[in-house]
């Protein structure tokens, strides 16, 4: 067991081997869902507003953005691909195995810096999970756009007044293969996917506990632990979004707009959009990540601590 001593306060790093596996991912799978219900409407916001195309927005900026899906298309407008994006649970498992197993070779290896470990294990993460989402992602991307009435970079050539409201997903699953004529269009973007989400995600764990350190050593000791988590969480979520959100941008629109080439594209957004790529998007994205990293952090400690076996439980504090 490892400890961020400071103030003589111990921040208690759990451990994979201190955890009933069982437990732990039956609740993951509640919590997982749970997360995405409530924070999945900020992510076709996002979406949107990071694909209208310059010079023609429709959406001024976030709420903007949230009045006029409801008012437009109603509240379900919020949820649109929520069900294909949920599938994206099955990513999160093995995110979750791969991040735990990694850190745990680290340590057996003498790598001790959670740091060091959160970099590398968050990368491997991430690398196994977008390999699994990547399908989902595309395809959830493109139901977000749908019935949008301002001018997108979305290729494809569906009329939504045509279509059920059922038949959403199975036409853009058809839509995509035709396109691209085969399996690819659903792995379209997997390298701008990787070169966002693996240092995203390394970026995030090295950072969520150079944050836990520094609240630790300037809050009282008597402070919740995972308050310090949350706030923590908070922090890195916000400093990650801001270091990467150009290269969600162009991951977006490689996905969306059927790009080949990752140089290319950035060129192209480049001459597009200039400086703008740096900050297209970014209020949903902080809003997002400031929201969806205080849950994550706070229900993976909270999983973490009640799976605990049972010799370990007094030794770590709320």
């Known amino acids: 067991m490892e400890e961020i ?48 195309k310059s010079g023609q927005e429709m959406y001024k900026g976030t709420y903007d953005c949230f009045r006029s899906i409801v008012r437009n298309e109603g509240f379900s407008g919020l949820y649109k691909g929520f069900w294909v994006n949920t599938m994206q649970v099955v990513s999160g498992f093995g995110y979750i195995i791969t991040y735990e197993k990694v850190r745990h070779i680290l340590s057996k290896n003498d790598i001790n810096d959670n740091r060091i470990r959160g970099l590398i294990a968050g990368g491997c993460g991430s690398l196994v999970s977008q390999t699994i989402i990547c399908p989902f992602d595309v395809i959830s991307q493109h139901l977000m756009l749908w019935g949008s009435k301002s001018r997108t970079n979305s290729t494809l050539n569906l009329k939504p007044e045509n279509i059920s409201r059922h038949g959403m997903t199975k036409s853009v699953i058809k839509e995509l293969y035709r396109v691209d004529g085969g399996l690819r ?74 790009i080949k080439s990752i140089v290319f594209a950035a060129k192209m957004l480049w001459a597009e959009e200039r400086y703008n790529v740096f900050v297209k998007g970014l209020s949903a994205r902080i809003v997002h990540s400031a929201f969806s990293s205080t849950f994550i952090a706070a229900g993976y400690e909270t999983l973490k601590r009640l799976s605990l076996h049972e010799e370990f439980r007094d030794s770590v504090r709320w």
């Open 185 to 258: 269009a659903y792995y379209r973007g997997y390298s701008a996917s990787v070169a966002t989400y693996v240092p995203t995600s390394a970026l995030w764990w090295m950072f969520y506990p150079v944050y836990s350190g520094q609240l630790v050593s300037n809050l009282p000791q008597n402070t919740s632990h995972m308050f310090i988590h949350c706030i923590a969480g908070s922090l890195s979520g916000m400093t990650v979004v801001m270091l990467t959100n150009s290269l969600d941008v162009l991951r977006a629109n490689i996905q969306v707009r059927q």
């Open 5 to 52: 001593e400071s103030n003589g306060v111990g921040l208690l790093t759990i451990e994979w081997d201190m955890m009933d596996k069982t437990r732990f991912f039956g609740l993951s799978l509640i919590n997982t869902v749970s997360m995405r219900m409530i924070l999945y409407p900020l992510t076709v916001i996002k979406t949107r507003l990071q694909l209208q």
